[in-house]
C-alpha cells in the first residue's frame, strides 16, 4: 500500500493529538468492520461559534492517525457553520489522497467532528442547531444502532 509523504509526516507527527480537559463538545465514533475508535474534543467560543481548540486520540491505524490529525488543522480557527463544510474529501484532498481501502479512515475524522459538534449543541439547548448537522449526527446515531 502506498502512502503520500503527508500521510506519513502526519502520522509519525501528528498535530492536536490528545484531549481537551472540560471540552465543550466531545465526539467519539468507531468503525465496526475495522475496530478502530476516534475521539475528538472541542472548545468552542459561545458568542462567535468559533471553534478554538481541537484534540483527537484515535485508537486505529496510520491513516485513522493521519487524517484526524489534518482535519483538526483544517478546522481549527474555523466558524461552526464553516466546519461543517469540511468533508473527508478535503481530509483526502489535503493529504495528497489515501489508498482506496483507507477512504474510510477520513469519514471516520469527519463522523468524529458532527459528533463533537452535535455534543455540543446537545449541552447547549438554548442554542439553536443546524439543519444539516442535527441531520448528519442523526444518520450518525442511525448507523451506530444498526451495527
Ligand atoms: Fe479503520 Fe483506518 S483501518 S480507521
Do not use: W
Amino acid at each position: 500500500m502506498q502512502y503520500t509523504d503527508k500521510v506519513l509526516e502526519h502520522f509519525r507527527n501528528p498535530r492536536n493529538m490528545g484531549q481537551i480537559e472540560n471540552a465543550d463538545g466531545c465526539g467519539e465514533v468507531g468503525n465496526p468492520v475495522c475496530g478502530d475508535m476516534m475521539r475528538i474534543t472541542i472548545k468552542i467560543d459561545d458568542e462567535t461559534e468559533t471553534i478554538e481548540d481541537i484534540k483527537f486520540t484515535t485508537f486505529g491505524c496510520g491513516a485513522a492517525i493521519a487524517s484526524s490529525s489534518v482535519l483538526t488543522e483544517l478546522i481549527k480557527g474555523k466558524t461552526i457553520t464553516e466546519a461543517l463544510q469540511v468533508t473527508n474529501m478535503d481530509v483526502v484532498e489535503e493529504l495528497g489522497g489515501l489508498p482506496a481501502i483507507k477512504v474510510h479512515c477520513s469519514v471516520l475524522a469527519e463522523n468524529a467532528i458532527v459528533a463533537a459538534l452535535y455534543d455540543y449543541y446537545q449541552k447547549h439547548p438554548q442554542k439553536e442547531i443546524p439543519l444539516e448537522l442535527e441531520k448528519r449526527a442523526k444518520a450518525l446515531e442511525t448507523a451506530a444502532a444498526d451495527d
